[in-house]
């Protein structure tokens, strides 16, 4: 077996959740492709030498420009999620929706590098949505270039995730064979919960604190202490300034629960979101989406912070997000839960290094 690291090009790739999973599992991450600025740096700062590159994909082009940013190397993988708008069900179905074809870049990405393997994900609607077409379509233009593809919808937490998170993932394998995906890690019952993720963690007292600061509390957990592994500086771990009344109403939803759980008038003058949720110490969290205002803190009566999102999408600690809060929030939202992204990696591994000198 080949000592030489699996190499990675990550399309879509945002700030590069599913990659820094795969370069954890230990890929070379060569280049990250997006089309926004921010997100490219945060990509840039976290993934050793790979190259971050400003692209429209919908440009043949920009294949070549891949290749070139590659050296040419060899690439074992390529792994992306198109954008999934089109066929997010919280988000507008629309058929015809031209990001609904974006798959269609990785293809012919696929087809010019002639990869090992492949790794398109997406969320779970896709396989469903218009009566399966675009699963159909996936499965028949990568079909046509060689591939062996398989598909499956992984539940976050059993991986480890302390995030109740769904994703669909397609792999592709050129030599043959039909890949096997993990069988879950974690049972239901030993589900990483909000407390146990970030409970180390401290609260905002006399000010938000600082895009770098200092620990105030101990690692008492596994899961805590895996995201601390690797740095001793506290990153995005910065506070929302939250009005009198967003406090106190706040304060009102109970651990676990939601608007409806307010007293009858409370909040009322504000139309609070009813999509407002508490988190509960001892279960996962929420999905964590895009914003930052539609969930609360398990204990403290504020949103998360950036760090607080970021270890509940599995992030280590040493991963640090760019851009204003905002953009750091949506980078988060976006993003596959690393932790996904290692153990495909470690799955993906012996069929791409079986039979290598």
Not at 325 to 340: D, E
Not at 346 to 352: D, M, R
Request: hydrophobic residues 30%; aromatic residues 10%; glycine residues 10%.
């Amino acid at each position: 077996m080949s000592n030489k690291k699996p190499t990675v090009i990550d399309m879509f790739c945002g700030c590069g959740g599913l990659s820094r999973g795969f370069m954890d599992a230990g890929y070379e991450v060569l280049l990250g492709i997006d089309n926004n600025d921010h997100a490219l740096k945060t990509f840039k700062e976290n993934h050793g030498d790979a190259v971050a590159m400003n692209g429209d994909l919908f440009q043949g082009s920009t294949i070549l420009q891949m290749a070139d940013l590659t050296n040419n190397k060899n690439v074992d993988l390529i792994i992306g999620g198109p954008p999934c708008q089109g066929f997010s069900l919280t988000g507008k179905r629309e058929e015809n929706d031209e990001r609904n074809s974006l798959f269609q870049a990785m293809v012919n990405a696929v087809a010019f590098f002639q990869p090992k393997a492949f790794v398109l994900e997406n969320v779970p609607g896709l396989g469903t949505l218009y009566k399966g077409k675009a699963k159909e379509e996936i499965y028949k233009e990568f079909s046509k270039l060689g591939y062996t593809i398989t598909d499956k919808i992984l539940f976050a937490p059993d991986y480890g995730v302390p995030q109740i998170r769904k994703r669909l993932f397609f792999v592709g394998l050129k030599n043959g064979e039909v890949f096997e995906f993990p069988e879950p890690l974690v049972t239901s019952d030993k589900y990483v919960g909000c407390e146990a993720a970030i409970g180390d963690l401290h609260d905002f007292t006399d000010d938000l604190g600082s895009d770098i600061a200092e620990y105030k509390k101990p690692a008492t957990t596994p899961y805590q202490k895996k995201m601390r592994n690797n740095t001793d500086k506290l990153f995005n771990h910065v506070g929302t300034k939250h009005t009198d009344l967003v406090i106190d109403v706040i304060s009102q939803v109970p651990e676990g629960g939601n608007h409806k759980d307010l007293p009858p008038g409370v909040g009322e003058s504000r139309k609070f979101n009813e999509a407002w949720t508490r988190y509960h110490s001892q279960k996962p969290s929420k999905t964590i989406d895009t914003g930052h205002r539609n969930h609360f803190h398990y204990k403290y009566h504020r949103v998360p912070s950036v760090r607080e999102n970021a270890r509940l999408q599995s992030f280590p600690d040493d991963f640090v997000f760019y851009g204003n809060k905002t953009q750091q929030y949506k980078q988060v939202g976006n993003a596959v839960p690393p932790l996904l992204g290692y153990v495909l990696g470690k799955q993906l591994e012996k069929y791409l290094t079986d039979g290598e000198n």
